[in-house]
């Protein structure tokens, strides 16, 4: 989230609406659940909550924003870590019992949800600097 100002990130473009702060959360939420999934092992309860959209700190200042961007940075960085070191024989098995996706696709989800948020955070950019 280089060059979003925590102005930027906390700024909300409508009523029920997310901002880039809570759309940063959430995705380090998410790469966090994906990544205890494919470890299939017990890791330290996620930093923030609630789990999936996380609120925003009190206060919501530079050093929170700061904290919270160094958060995802870490989530995203041991998600990819966990993927690459992930073997290729376990792609095709069911992400556990009773579990209608693979792992594989969890991978494939957990990068399309990136990219969707990202794409959002990047709507978020635009509309902001037009208002």
């Not at 789990?51 to 919270?68: E, G, H, I, L, V």
């Not at 579990?99 to 696709?105: A, H, N, V």
């Amino acid at each position: 989230m280089r060059g979003v100002e925590v102005a930027l990130a906390r700024w909300r473009p409508g009523r029920g609406r997310h901002t880039i702060w809570e759309l940063a959360l959430h995705i380090a939420y998410w790469n966090y659940a994906v990544r205890r999934r494919l470890l299939g092992t017990p890791i330290p309860r996620f930093a923030r909550s609630p789990a999936n959209w996380p609120a925003t700190p009190r206060p919501a200042d530079q050093a929170a924003w700061d904290a919270d961007r160094a958060l995802l940075a870490s989530e995203h960085r041991l998600l990819i870590e966990t993927v690459r070191n992930f073997s290729p024989t376990r792609l095709n098995r069911r992400a556990g019992t009773g579990k209608r996706w693979t792992y594989g696709d969890l991978i494939l989800g957990i990068a399309v949800h990136d990219a969707y948020h990202a794409g959002q955070i990047q709507l978020l950019k635009r509309l902001a600097s037009s208002t």
